[in-house]
């Protein structure tokens, strides 16, 4: 048994049901959990180590084996101001990086957040990425900022994170596979599109493509699933307008077996993401029986053949229309019975480093 520090600084949903996941698949394990909301982003990056210390003190100065940060923790700085986790073995998981993400119109660019990345990962003795995009674009996106440093730095740096560095993707609920296998019938195509409604998630490119298949049929209907904010692309009113009649289900689920439930009512799971640094998403969809659909780009070539991918919109509807002859894509790899052996090989090796 390990007595572990989990530190997630912006449990976000997906951060959540990882840190979960992982307390819950290694109860053997004294988990210390220490969370932080998911707002004001650039304020989480920065403080979450400002915040912890006033009001997680007692818990910070305890005795532990291993430490497991999210890469938004900025758990270089928690380190310095706690000596005692200085020494002990630290993990980092990389479920998105800064170095990648592209900018808003409503955010300035900085180069503070990926710093916190970066100190994170040289502080680590293990470094994992939830895929091999990720990864490889974090890499790519620190050489690219090397180049650009006036000075005392170089290529170096890259390969010692890449050294110590892996990939293990986030996995799926067990749960949710009891959901799986509701048969569909005759019923019109049902498109699932379940993502934040934001501008990294191609709302412009749905409703090219929604536009598209209109052209080819009438006969299909929608379910926009997905966490909205305040602020949508004017592309999401433009297409709750134009397809209202197609809509089945417009909403946030407000649990996870209403979400789970209203994915295995359809056919196909959408994606035009223009960044995803996994695709939990779509892989969900698909462990439910939904055929992926998906941009020829980011992690998907990691996890759905080409047969489910799209250069362009005219692919997309292609794809659409045939979805329902595919077969369907067995996720169970990814659950985390299946992963468990994974992770905990990566926990006990970075706790032996001590």
């Known amino acids: 048994m390990m007595k572990i520090l989990l530190l997630s600084a912006y449990d976000i949903d997906s951060h959540k049901r990882w840190r979960l996941g992982l307390t819950a698949v290694f109860p053997e394990h004294e988990w210390i959990v220490l969370s932080l909301p998911p707002r004001f982003f650039r304020?989480?990056?920065?403080?979450?180590?400002?915040?912890?210390?006033?009001?997680e003190n007692e818990a910070l100065r305890g005795a532990y084996d291993l430490i497991v940060a999210t890469s938004m923790a900025?758990?270089?700085t928690l380190r310095g101001v706690y000596p005692n986790l200085a020494r002990v073995p630290?993990?980092?998981?990389f479920h998105e990086n800064q170095l990648a993400?592209?900018?808003?119109?409503?955010?300035?660019?900085?180069?503070?957040?990926?710093?916190v990345n970066i100190y994170a990962a040289l502080a680590a003795d293990s470094v994992v990425f939830n895929t091999t995009f990720n990864q490889a674009s974090f890499l790519a996106g620190l050489e690219s900022l090397i180049a650009r440093l006036p000075d005392a730095v170089d290529a170096e740096l890259c390969r010692r994170i890449r050294d110590k560095s892996r990939v293990i993707?986030?996995?799926?609920?067990?749960?949710?596979?009891?959901f799986a296998g509701e048969e569909k019938g005759d019923e019109p195509l049902t498109i699932?599109?379940?993502?934040?409604?934001?501008y990294d998630k191609g709302v412009d490119d749905l409703l090219k493509i929604l536009r598209r298949l209109r052209e080819r049929t009438h006969d299909f209907r929608l379910i926009l699933l997905g966490r909205r904010f305040r602020q949508a692309p004017h592309a999401w009113g433009q297409l709750q307008e134009e397809f209202a009649a197609h809509l089945l289900f417009d909403g946030y689920a407000e649990s996870r077996e209403e979400y789970w439930r209203w994915l295995s009512r359809a056919h196909v799971a959408l994606s035009t993401a223009q960044h995803e640094f996994?695709?939990?998403?779509?892989?969900?969809?698909?462990?439910?029986?939904c055929a992926p659909v998906t941009p020829d780009r980011l992690s998907y070539p990691e996890l759905f053949p080409q047969c489910r991918r799209y250069q362009n919109e005219a692919e997309a509807v292609e794809l659409l229309l045939d979805a329902r002859s595919r077969?369907?894509?067995?996720?169970?790899?990814?659950?985390?019975s299946a992963m468990r052996d994974v992770y905990a090989d990566v926990l006990s090796a970075t706790a032996d480093r001590s």
Do not use: F, K, T
């Not at 304020?43 to 180590?49: C, E, K, L, S, T």
């Not at 630290?90 to 998981?93: A, I, M, N, R």
């Not at 695709?279 to 029986?289: D, I, P, S, T």
């Open 169 to 178: 993707p986030v996995p799926l609920e067990d749960e949710l596979w009891r």
């Open 90 to 93: 630290l993990l980092v998981y």
């Open 74 to 76: 900025d758990v270089a």
């Open 192 to 198: 699932a599109w379940n993502h934040r409604v934001e």
């Open 43 to 55: 304020w989480r990056i920065r403080g979450a180590p400002i915040s912890w210390s006033l009001y």
């Open 327 to 336: 077969r369907v894509c067995d996720m169970r790899e990814y659950g985390w």
């Open 278 to 289: 996994q695709g939990l998403a779509v892989m969900e969809a698909a462990a439910l029986g």
């Open 101 to 115: 993400y592209p900018c808003s119109g409503a955010q300035h660019d900085s180069i503070d957040p990926a710093m």
